[in-house]
């Protein structure tokens, strides 16, 4: 697929802002070149000069680890940004659209209405699976982007491999799938499907799996063209220099993300276990992330009454088939029975 034709027009010969380090790529001894305080604040040589604007041994790094060419890598500042960004290249405002399946992530929603991009919402059936023949159906020229999310925030299910790749086939807008949760699932991530679609777009983040919400650093992996389009329109210094040194820290040290993971999953089988024994919970739905969305008796009361004990969960009762939903992150030991506790306290 020719990802040009996709891109807004205007885009087509946009002359990017060219930073200082952009034009001078080599090691000098003296840097005069970019209006920067040469004394700095804090340790002298960390954060006094801009960081790399394309991140490039970070992403030498991710690289390695995704086995991906960095070529085929964008970082943004945390998943949001690009797809803030895609929208915002290939949607043209008041005339393009995108396709989503709620109840899903609310970013999408929220991106495409910041952009005044008309979006058709095709909702997932009642079991939280993709409705496939009516989101084929609702394809039309103006849909430019199909965002799926899986495991899908708040359902916690995935999505089948053959729904996303028959979609592939038959879309020639992009698909982008998020796979923010990918790491606690024992389904794999359709990442080495990149080099079948040219039109595929798969967004990871390090705010879940890696414990790093704070330091906003996500990832887009995409055909080499939509990564030459997202870099000429992202904000030069999108990464921060504390981001990719902290994050390029945190890469050395894989084992302790998969002791997380696997933290988390026994602590996710604790909820699962104790959760339905409790009177007020109706159903505790199958997840293949870090939280579990269960339905319970007065949904939005128990929320309230969670908070006044100082536990917070997201109350989701009020979006469409989710009616009397609460989603649960699965914390530590300790969180976890504090929210048990104080879940069998509440009558219903
Ligand atoms: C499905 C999904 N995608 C993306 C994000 C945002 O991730 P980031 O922190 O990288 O912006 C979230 C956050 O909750 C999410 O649930």
Redesign the pocket.
């Known amino acids: 697929m020719e990802i040009r034709k996709l891109l807004r027009s205007h885009l087509l010969n946009l002359k990017p802002y060219s930073s200082a380090r952009d034009e001078f790529k080599g090691k000098a001894d003296v840097y005069l070149d970019a209006n920067e305080n040469a004394f700095g604040s804090t340790s002298k040589d960390k954060y006094r000069r801009y960081p790399d604007p394309y991140q490039n041994d970070l992403k030498n790094k991710i690289g390695e680890i995704k086995e991906i060419n960095p070529a085929h890598i964008f970082l943004g500042n ?3 940004e690009p797809i803030d960004l895609l929208i915002r290249a290939f949607c043209n405002p008041g005339k393009d659209k995108i396709i989503t399946a709620p109840p899903t ?1 609310g ?1 999408y929603e929220v991106s495409a209405n910041i952009n005044d991009v008309e979006i058709i919402e095709v909702p997932l059936k009642v079991d939280f699976t993709l409705d496939l023949p009516n989101l084929i159906d609702a394809i039309e020229p103006e849909a430019k982007i199909i965002f799926l ?1 899986s495991p899908n ?1 708040p359902t916690g299910n995935s999505i089948d491999k053959e729904n996303i790749l028959e979609i592939l086939n038959k879309f020639h807008g992009l698909v982008i799938l ?1 796979e ?2 990918i790491d606690f699932s024992s389904k794999p991530s359709l990442i080495h499907e990149l080099k079948n679609y040219s039109n595929l777009v798969i ?1 990871h ?3 879940k799996a890696w414990g790093l ?1 704070a330091l ?3 990832m887009a992996f995409a055909d080499i063209e939509i990564v030459r389009i997202l870099n000429m329109i992202k904000p030069p210094y999108n990464i921060n220099g504390a981001t990719q040194s902290l994050v390029q820290k945190a890469l050395q040290n894989q084992d302790k993300m998969k002791a997380m993971i696997h933290e988390i999953s026994l602590q996710k089988k604790y909820l699962e276990t104790i959760l339905p024994t409790i009177p007020t919970v109706k159903e505790v739905y199958q997840s293949d992330a870090n939280f579990i969305l269960i339905k319970i008796k007065n949904a939005h009361e128990i929320y309230l009454n969670l908070i006044k004990e100082k536990v917070i969960v997201r109350d989701r009762s009020r979006v469409e088939l989710c009616e009397d939903c609460l989603r649960i992150t699965v914390g530590t030991e300790e969180e976890n029975k504090k929210l048990i506790m104080e879940l069998k306290k509440i009558r219903g």
Do not use: E, I, Q
Request: aromatic fraction near 16%.
């Open positions: 945390g998943s949001d992530y970013m999310c925030n998020d923010a949760y967004l983040t390090f705010s919400a906003r650093l996500g």
